[in-house]
């Protein structure tokens, strides 16, 4: 039993990377297929399939990485809020990640979405991790 399934989810793709995976397979939860699909759309990750086998259901993520120097696209996955101690941003407090370079996950009241997309519709959250 996991405690914290994001970090979870967070240290399985850091492990294939530093593995050099082409593919990571992870416990599906709703939670976690929306911070695939943000990775996906900021292109940190080349391709992902939710996959409904077993009950709880997987996802599987094609971790994308620089063809010549073969260095992963995510550089830094880091854990922000914990189960121990949650971490929420208002707009006017919102986290810059590397400064601007990098993203932030927030799950809001609109759904999980990034730093940059939160604060276009004037709304904070729960700041579950930085991406870059």
């Known amino acids: 039993m996991n405690t914290d399934p994001i970090a979870d989810y967070l240290t399985?793709?850091?492990?294939?990377?530093?593995?050099?995976?082409r593919i990571v397979e992870i416990p599906a939860s709703n939670l976690k297929k929306e911070i695939t699909k943000v990775l996906f759309d900021k292109g940190y990750i080349a391709n992902y399939k939710f996959e409904d086998t077993t009950a709880q259901?997987?996802?599987?993520?094609?971790?994308?990485?620089?063809?010549?120097?073969?260095?992963?696209?995510?550089?830094?996955?880091?854990?922000i809020s914990k189960p121990g101690l949650?971490?929420?941003?208002?707009?006017?407090?919102?986290?810059r990640v590397l400064n601007g370079l990098g993203?932030?996950?927030?799950?809001?009241?609109?759904?999980?979405?990034?730093?940059?997309?939160?604060?276009?519709?004037?709304?904070?959250?729960?700041?579950?991790?930085?991406?870059?």
């Open 57 to 79: 259901g997987t996802i599987k993520i094609a971790l994308k990485y620089n063809a010549i120097t073969k260095i992963s696209a995510i550089r830094t996955l880091t854990r």
């Open 103 to 132: 993203i932030a996950i927030l799950s809001t009241s609109k759904g999980v979405m990034t730093d940059k997309e939160a604060a276009k519709l004037n709304i904070g959250g729960e700041v579950l991790c930085h991406v870059y």
């Open 86 to 95: 949650r971490q929420y941003a208002g707009v006017e407090n919102m986290p």
């Open 12 to 21: 399985r793709v850091r492990n294939a990377i530093k593995a050099n995976h």
